[in-house]
C-alpha cells in the first residue's frame, strides 16, 4: 500500500501549483484523504481533506478560498490545487488516507513520503 505525493517545486509568491497524491496497492475510493504540511521547524499541521465521494471538503483557515482539494476515484488519485501562494506555504506536503473518515481529526492510516513546495517572495 502506497501513497506517493508529487508536484512540488519552487514557485514566487502569487503563483500556483497542483499537487497529486496517488494510491496503489488498494483501493482508496471509499477512503477519506486529507492533505498536511510541516514547515522547516514547525509542527505537522492539516492543510485540506476530501471525503470518500468527493462532494465533502474541510480546510484549514489559513488556505480557504486559496487551496482547493478534489479527487479522481477512478485514477485512485488525489490532488490539491494551490493558488495565490505565499511565502508562508512553504512546507513538506504529505497526503494521507483513512477508511474511517476525513478532516484535520483523523488519525490517518496510510502516508506518502511528501513533496517539497517552496515559495519564494
Known amino acids: 500500500v502506497q501513497l506517493q505525493a508529487s508536484g512540488g517545486g519552487l514557485v514566487q509568491a502569487g503563483g500556483s501549483l497542483r499537487l497529486s497524491c496517488a494510491a496503489s496497492g488498494r483501493t482508496f475510493s471509499m477512503y477519506g484523504m486529507g492533505w498536511f504540511r510541516q514547515a522547516p521547524g514547525k509542527e505537522r499541521e492539516f492543510v485540506a481533506a476530501?471525503?470518500?465521494?468527493?462532494?465533502?471538503?474541510y480546510y484549514a483557515d489559513s488556505v480557504k478560498g486559496r487551496f482547493t482539494v478534489s479527487r479522481d476515484r477512478a485514477k485512485n488519485t488525489m490532488y490539491l490545487q494551490m493558488n495565490s501562494l505565499k511565502p508562508e506555504d512553504t512546507a513538506v506536503y504529505y497526503c494521507a488516507a483513512d477508511p474511517g473518515g476525513y478532516g484535520p481529526l483523523i488519525e490517518y492510516d496510510y502516508w506518502g513520503q511528501g513533496t517539497l513546495v517552496t515559495v519564494s517572495s
Open positions: 476530501i471525503g470518500w465521494s468527493g462532494g465533502s471538503t
